[in-house]
C-alpha cells in the first residue's frame, strides 16, 4: 500500500485556539512557501503540496476546511482537483489563487487572480471559513 505524501505544515497564532485547516496547492515552490506563511501567520494550521495528485490523496473533509489551489499545475489541474473535491465533499469551500482563471468556475467558490495584494486573499480565506459562500 503506497503512504500518502507528508504536507509542509505551517504554525499557527497562539491567539487562535482553534486553527483553521487549509490544504494549499501550488507547484511554485517560492508562491506556495510564500503563501503558506502568510495563512500559518494569520492562524491557520496550512497543508501545503506541490500537486493535485498529492492534494487529492491527502484531503480529508473532516480535517481541511477549506481548499486554496493554483489552476496551472503539471497533471491533474487545479480545476479538475476543485470538481473532485466537490465530489467528495461538496461542502468544502474552494478559491483558485492563479493567474489563469479556468473557464469553467462553477465548482469553486472563489477565483482570485494573480498578480493582487495578499489582503485579497486573507480576506477571501476569512470569508469561507465564516460561512460566507456567496460569490
Known amino acids: 500500500m503506497a503512504k500518502s ?28 512557501l510564500a503563501t503558506k506563511w502568510l495563512l500559518s501567520f494569520l492562524g491557520c494550521r496550512v497543508h501545503s503540496m506541490r500537486s493535485s495528485e498529492q492534494a487529492l ?6 480535517i481541511h476546511e477549506v481548499i486554496v489551489t493554483e489552476n496551472s499545475l503539471a497533471g491533474m ?11 467528495r465533499s461538496p461542502a468544502t469551500p474552494i478559491i483558485m489563487y492563479t493567474a489563469k482563471t479556468p473557464k469553467d468556475e462553477s465548482c469553486l467558490d472563489l477565483v482570485i487572480s494573480k498578480p493582487t495584494h495578499v489582503v485579497a486573499l486573507k480576506d477571501a480565506v476569512a470569508r469561507l471559513l465564516l460561512g460566507n459562500h456567496s460569490k
Open 5 to 32: 505524501p507528508k504536507p509542509e505544515t505551517g504554525g499557527q497564532l497562539t491567539i487562535s485556539p482553534h486553527p483553521k485547516e487549509v490544504l494549499l496547492v501550488d507547484d511554485n515552490n517560492e508562491t506556495r
Open 57 to 62: 490523496a491527502l484531503f480529508d473533509p473532516s
Open 77 to 87: 489541474t487545479g480545476s479538475e482537483l476543485a470538481r473532485a473535491i466537490r465530489a
